[in-house]
Structures are given as C-alpha cells and as structure tokens.
C-alpha cells in the first residue's frame, strides 16, 4: 500500500536526485514525529553540516496563526539552516 512514508520517500529521492545531477552531496531520510524537533535532533545527532528547508513564504498574522517548522527549524538549530520559499 502507498503510505505517508512511501510517499515522503519517494518525494525526498526524487529531489535528492535532482541535487545529485548538480554534483552535490545529498542524503536524506524521512522520519516521524514532530517536524520541527524531528529535523533538529537528528542534524544535530548526525553530524549533519547544513538543513535545507522549504518554506512557504507566510508571513505575518498567517505565519503566526499557521505556525512553521521551517521558523522552528531556524530558531533551534546550531547546525546552519538554508531557507528555500517555494
């Protein structure tokens, strides 16, 4: 059966992938739990050297209401933090 997971794996590959044809080193995973936190411990236990994320661009009361992992990712990290706005 197609799950979440499939579908993330799939997703991640497939833009992991995309990178690799540029010549850059990616790995990937695709986890459950809280996003944010999720993205932060395992960088952080993993001797990751940058998280790449994508953001959506809200702003403003919309941002606040919605909230974000990416702003999450951003304000917990101490590993750098590339910020792309899809």
């Given at each position: 059966t197609f799950t979440e997971e499939t579908a993330a794996d799939s997703?991640?590959?497939?833009?992991?992938?995309?990178?690799?044809?540029?010549?850059?080193?990616?790995?990937?995973?695709?986890?459950?739990g809280s996003p944010g936190d999720t993205i932060v411990k395992y960088a952080q236990e993993n001797d990751c050297t940058l998280i790449a994320i994508a953001t959506h661009g809200h702003g403003g009361f919309r941002?606040?209401?919605?909230?974000?992992?990416?702003?999450?990712?951003?304000?917990?990290?101490?590993?750098?933090?590339l910020t792309v706005r899809r």
């Open positions: 997703y991640l590959a497939a833009q992991a992938h995309l990178l690799a044809d540029n010549k850059l080193e990616v790995d990937y995973v695709a986890l459950s941002r606040f209401a919605l909230g974000s992992t990416a702003d999450y990712v951003v304000h917990h990290s101490a590993i750098p933090v």
